[in-house]
Structures are given as structure tokens and as C-alpha cells.
């Protein structure tokens, strides 16, 4: 059966008009934001696999950290880039200095300034006060 084009084109125009609106929005279809870190070997690391620890004097979910100046400088925060968002598990925590600084669980995230590579865990245990942060 042949159709004349005056059929044929209201027909293709229709369907081409559904299909657009089938599309989903670019945003829908980027990559969820990559977490602040991961678990390795049992513990949190930052995109360099450098060991992340946790403060006891912080109080989970308080959203502050209890570590600035000299603190901050041997322990320095696993800081968050401007315009981060909480996500699952991960919270942000406001700096007494401006800064945010990425939460796990509601405990804040610091590096130890003696660990030196990858995979080096000497913060465990510093002072009975710090201790690897565990997924």
C-alpha cells in the first residue's frame, strides 16, 4: 500500500515529537557525584589512598569539628570542594575558619601530617584520641 507524503509526514512529525519528549534531561543522565572517599583495605582513603581518621572529641552528627590551629595543621581536615553537597552517608562539616570539611557518618574526616604514602596508617591510636576511620 502506498502513502501520499501529505499522509506520511503529520505520521513521522507525531513520532519524532513523542521521542523528544521520551528523552531524559542531560542531568539524568550524568554520573552521580563520586563520593569524598572510599573504603580500602578496611578503612576510609582519600582519592590519593591516603588514610583518613577520626577525632573523639567530635561528636558525631554535631556538624562541627573540635580540631583547628595547631590541631588542624598535625591533623589537617579532608576539606570539601566549594559548592559540595551532603550525600548518603556523607555530610558536610563548617570550619571555625570558613571551611567545609567532609563528614562520615557525622564524624568528621582528618589526615594524619606523619603519614607519608599511601597506605601508611601511623595516626591509629595517636594520644588514645585519634583512630582509622572505618566504613
Given at each position: ?71 588542624a595543621t598535625n591533623w589537617p ?23 567545609t570539611q567532609w563528614a562520615y557518618m557525622g564524624r ?28
Amino acid at each position: 500500500m502506498k502513502r501520499s507524503p501529505a499522509t506520511v509526514l503529520p505520521v513521522l512529525t507525531s513520532l519524532c515529537a513523542l521521542g523528544a519528549s521520551l528523552l531524559l534531561p542531560a542531568a539524568a543522565l550524568a554520573a552521580p557525584p563520586a563520593a569524598p572517599a572510599v573504603a580500602m583495605d578496611g578503612v576510609l582513603v582519600d582519592a590519593s589512598h591516603m588514610t583518613l581518621y577520626t577525632f573523639d572529641q567530635d561528636s558525631a552528627g554535631s556538624g562541627k569539628s573540635n580540631c583547628s590551629g595547631p590541631c588542624a595543621t598535625n591533623w589537617p581536615p579532608l576539606l570539601a570542594p566549594a559548592g559540595a553537597s551532603a550525600q548518603g552517608d556523607w555530610t558536610l562539616v563548617m570550619r571555625d575558619d570558613g571551611a567545609t570539611q567532609w563528614a562520615y557518618m557525622g564524624r568528621p574526616l582528618y589526615h594524619w601530617a606523619k603519614d607519608q604514602k599511601p597506605g601508611d596508617r601511623t595516626g591509629d591510636g595517636v594520644k588514645g584520641v585519634w583512630h582509622l576511620a572505618k566504613p
